[in-house]
């Protein structure tokens, strides 16, 4: 009977996150006693994802009802689509605290959260020695409220904490890597990451790899495939009940496997243009304040953010890529985006 089923409930599929999320819960031991539907927006891409036996429900995020309906009805709701978006998140809360009320049943969130949260305003010129551990809480109930992520990550423990929910929040850091997944190749998920893309966009705009005053700053940084197996760790742990591992206040899982300067990263960028004949010279010049918030919509580009994911280490998760995978990746990206603006 449908009561068997473990009712899953997707936000952000199509994208870079969400779809590898996805692809991993399809390839899950226990895929078939999954009953997966998906928030999308575009109508075209149903039938594909009905392909692989999901559900779709087409909305977007700003569909709050739609938001409450579906969480209110799942079992698991798995949250990947954009980690700033207090009104969705609450909606989100609604629909499970609504399911509480009527079912005494405790559904679960995995809420994607990001290392963001941790940002300073160093604009490039000094290292911080302020590392965040995910077992140290007291330290990350320091950051204030105005810190980006912050405020919904706050909401989703409050839920955890007021006992209608059992939440998980996963923080992953610079995320690298071309997505290469059974959505990628039916052609419903985003394949490319953020955060580099935009600093090799920006180099090859300006004809010159770029970098944020002195480049000092330092990013931990973790491998798309690597990022997959973090969600099905904590997943799988959730799953097998609320002493399985650390939720609500102590649900907070960093995504990282190694720390590189930024600068530095900079620098092998500008290398790259440059011998690929994009860029004028080997050197990364330093972004102009105007380049800053044209490209990157602020300085957070040249902000430290030190995290380490010593959680969900603690119930298995271990990546298999490190900071040398983060270096290899900058190629093959590069190439991708060449070819994609010249196609």
Known sequence: SPSEYTRIFIIGATGYIGGTVLSAL???????????????????????????????????????????SLASEADIVVATADADDLNAAKAILRGLKKQHEETSKVPILIHTSGTGVLIDQAAGNFTTDKIYSDLDIPKIETLPKTQPHREVDIAVVAADEEGYARTYIILPSTIYGIANTSLVSLGIQNPYSRQIPRLIK????????????????????????????????????????????????????????????????????????????????????????????????????GSNSRARAERARLIGWNPAHNVDSLYASLRPEIEAIVAKQTA
């Open 26 to 68: 399809l390839s899950n031991p226990k895929t078939d006693t999954f009953e997966i539907t998906a928030l999308i927006r575009s109508a075209e891409k149903a039938p594909l994802f009905n392909s692989i036996g999901v559900k779709t429900v087409i909305g977007s995020n700003s569909d709050l009802d739609t938001l409450t």
């Open 202 to 301: 920006t180099g090859l705009a300006r004809g010159q790899g770029g970098v944020v005053g002195k480049g000092l700053n330092v990013w931990p940084s973790v491998h798309i495939d690597d990022v997959a197996t973090l969600y099905t760790t904590v997943f799988d742990a959730a799953t097998k009940g609320p002493d399985e591992t650390g939720h609500g206040r102590e649900g907070f899982y960093f995504g990282e496997n190694g720390e590189h300067s930024v600068g530095e990263l900079s620098q092998a960028i500008a290398k790259s243009l440059h011998e690929l004949g994009l860029g004028k010279s080997a050197e990364a010049t330093v972004f102009t304040d105007e380049e800053l918030v044209k490209c990157f919509g602020g300085p957070w580009f």
